[in-house]
T-cell receptor, first 115, second 115 residues
């Protein structure tokens, strides 16, 4: 079974700073997908960014980018020019490329952006 | 295009009662997933359904929990004889057929409180 580990329960940075959230995972598969979801106080789960394991290029979505290290099984999220609206829980998730389709989530990192 | 709809948003049940949670997927989506989020935890996969079929229920408790996704109407997650430990947020997600990627779009969740 796959596992996803987020080792930072909480992080706090000043507005406009850059912050990196870490995520590691464990799998024996070669083909899989990785996601970062944001959960603001409204509790709605919002997809932030997605990475296919077969792609070497790191995914980027505006101020959000990832550092995907397949050999190290690491998938960190970088938020540039952080904004107050980025305050939320952030969850890293793994999806198998075949077979089971449920996402495996980490326990989350509570990110607080200070004004 | 409306997003994933879940109702009710909040549900209070006494121990021993039944809870029915409903999920309407996004238009055109034929895959539905149910997840449970306990306080201070990430989401845990419960069950994956397509229309009229349960594809993967490996995360469902063996007793008291059932799910369906009929040909017409919403998907239903049913919890019989609820206990205090069932108190959690239950999220539904849907996806189109999109090869193996099957990006999942989440609803706002139903918060179940068992008194």
């Amino acid at each position: 079974a796959q596992t996803v580990t987020q080792s930072q329960p909480e992080m706090s940075v000043q507005e406009a700073e850059t912050v990196t959230l870490s995520c590691t995972y464990d799998t024996s598969e070669n083909n899989y997908y990785l996601f970062w979801y944001k959960q603001p106080p409204s509790r709605q789960m919002i997809l932030v960014i997605r990475q296919e394991a077969y792609k070497q290029q790191n995914a980027t979505e505006n101020r959000f980018s990832v550092n995907f290290q397949k050999a190290a099984k690491s998938f960190s999220l970088k938020i540039s020019d952080s904004q107050l609206g980025d305050t939320a829980m952030y969850f890293c998730a793994f999806k198998s490329g075949g077979g089971a389709d449920g996402l495996t989530f980490g326990k989350g990192t509570h990110l607080i952006i200070q004004p | 295009n409306a997003g994933v709809m879940q109702n009710p948003r909040h549900l209070v049940r006494r121990r021993g009662q039944e809870a029915r949670l409903r999920c309407s997927p996004m238009k055109g989506h034929s895959h539905v997933y149910w997840y449970r989020q306990l306080p201070e935890e990430g989401l845990k996969f419960m069950v994956y359904l397509q229309k009229e079929n349960i594809i993967d229920e490996s995360g469902m408790p063996k007793e008291r929990f059932s799910a369906e996704f009929p040909k017409e109407g919403p998907s239903i997650l049913r919890i019989q004889q609820v206990v205090r430990g069932d108190s959690a947020a239950y999220f539904c997600a849907s996806s189109p057929w999109d090869g193996a990627r099957r990006e999942q779009y989440f609803g706002p969740g139903t918060r179940l409180t068992v008194t």
